[in-house]
């Protein structure tokens, strides 16, 4: 190992850096942390509104402050501009948001289309500023049937897409007609301990995170992108 080369000619060294303790915030935010719940299906019972309804008490117990987004009247992806009212009050919770939670039924073997009707409206680059990048997300489903992890999987590779820090756990509710009070409250079940174990691994991992989160996901190769179109810019101008 003494003989490695550890010369790297291919970096820009005005943009390396060294990951580092001391360049995270060591102030942490006081406010309560802001977590945005989606849902996937506009039946009147609808299983993914009621595990997230269960998803805000508790995150509400848990020091939370919540915003539940009704997809009702949400008009297709490229179907209606994005001035329309659902649009902007889903991109507006979504730049509000320190954290989110997801909720699928699984339809057809996937997540529903409803349920990515409301991610594909949500900008990767709004105005500036990314509305998903660096925050926390959990994904859940609810199944029909035997229990399956089709659309969990899919939310997953959505939440890398939209550069999300997805926690390691996740919840599928099997057979969920079965799982919920006339009243729409959630019976005692393993499947309701693991929506709790959930909530409170996003919570963690939100409060770790939410400061840093710009930190955590600042890239070497976009610093580098920045670099050069601000070279490119200050060398039009010395022309």
Known sequence: MSDL???LPNVDESQFQVPSL???N???SQHKPRILLLYGSLRDRSYSRLVIEECQRLLERMGAETRIFNPSGLPLPDDADAEHEKVQELRELA???EGQIWCSPERHGAMT???KSQ???IPLS????RPTQGKTLAIMQVCGGSQSFNAVNQMRILGRWMRMLTIPNQSSVAKAFLEFEEDGRMKPSPYY???VDVVEELMKFTLLTRDNASYLVDRYSERVESAEQVSQRVNQRSI
């Open 126 to 129: 709004l105005g500036g500023v």
């Open 119 to 121: 991610i594909d409206w």
């Open 22 to 24: 001391d360049a995270m």
């Open 113 to 115: 289309g409803i349920m």
């Open 5 to 7: 080369d550890l010369s």
């Open 95 to 97: 730049m509000w948001s």
């Open 26 to 28: 060591q102030q942490y």
């Open 193 to 195: 301990n693991r929506i």
